[in-house]
């Protein structure tokens, strides 16, 4: 008897685990997902120039033929609050995405930058256009699913993933810049704050008024920039500006001015004063300096043997 209740025991607990894997399984084989068109970047940043920017955000069915309820649809919505299963009273509707769409497994929808939460019910007076602000906004969706993929069971709200979107029109704080000369080149290294994504470098030969951009870079990619093509023994003033990734741009960094200058060395400046070695020997030298050197080189020579 106690046995049969032991087998028992173990069928019961063997189902249900078979049970809960098949959910799983089935749960994470199906879905609906949020994409922008780059689809490993989940956030999108934009700025006072993008007020008329509709966003392209594609979904992805991948619950076609199973899991997802009969007579479903996709609701997709902007709120400056976590996801929840629904849209709030806060939160702006922009579009849903109907069952027979669904069944497309693919497609895309439109959200109007201007029409967020953030500028429609903010209490603040902040519009879209407002400089020195930053508002975030999570893309939510949801559907309803049969979870366990077993025909009859109890069909649940399903949460897609959710999109950033940010409007930020606050601009990064100005780079500091240090500059080392180089034959014809001037070596810019910088300092930047941590929202900036690119470094700008502008030069203009002292005395003239225009600044000119030479050179940018990705803050990623490291920490100084070469700006090269420089005349030398031309005095230049160097400036640099920071651009963060909704394109807002700095105030000016400090201004450096630098001289490029010819720095070939011993040999080069030999060379280019006229002499012509090519470094087989002393005997073959012309021009008193460089016997000179060569002197003092085998002097030492013997000096340590």
């Known amino acids: 008897m106690a046995e049969g ?8 607990m063997r189902s249900l685990f078979l049970l809960s894997l098949l959910t799983a399984t089935v749960s994470a084989a199906q879905g609906v997902k949020l994409s922008y068109e780059t689809v490993d970047v989940t956030t999108k940043r934009f700025n006072a120039n ?3 920017l509709n966003v392209t955000v594609n979904w992805t069915n991948t619950a076609l033929g199973l899991g997802l ?5 996709l609701k997709v919505w902007a709120s400056e ?6 849209a709030g009273t806060t939160d702006v509707v922009f579009n849903t995405i109907s069952s027979s769409e669904l ?9 109007a930058v201007a029409e967020l939460p953030g500028f429609k019910y903010s209490d603040a007076g902040v519009q879209c256009g407002t400089d020195g602000v930053e508002r975030s906004h999570r893309l939510c969706g949801a559907y309803r699913i049969n979870g366990t993929g077993i025909p009859g069971s109890a069909c649940t709200v399903s949460q897609t993933n959710s999109l950033s979107l940010i409007y930020d029109t606050k601009a990064p704080v100005a780079p500091t810049i240090t500059v080392d000369v180089q034959d014809s080149a001037l070596l810019v290294k910088f300092k930047a704050s941590p929202d900036t994504t690119v470094i700008h470098v502008y030069t203009r030969e002292q005395g003239t008024a225009a600044f000119i951009e030479k050179a940018q870079l990705a803050t990623a990619s490291g920490s100084s920039i070469k700006v090269s093509g420089l005349t030398n023994d031309t005095t230049y003033d160097v400036m640099a500006r920071s651009e963060d990734a909704a394109g807002n741009f700095s105030e000016n960094s400090e201004l450096f001015s630098a001289t490029p200058r010819l ?9 280019s004063a006229g002499g012509t070695d090519t470094a087989t020997g002393c005997s073959a030298i012309n021009g008193l300096p460089f016997l000179l050197a060569c ?3 085998l002097l030492r020579r013997k000096r340590n043997p």
């Open 5 to 12: 209740l032991l087998y028992g025991r173990r069928q019961m």
């Open 50 to 52: 993008d007020c008329n």
């Open 69 to 73: 309820c009969a007579n479903t649809d």
């Open 81 to 86: 609050l976590e996801c929840q299963d629904s």
């Open 103 to 111: 069944s497309a497994g693919v497609g895309t929808f439109t959200v």
């Open 263 to 271: 720095t070939l060395g011993f040999y080069g400046r030999y060379r």
């Open 295 to 297: 002197g003092l080189w």
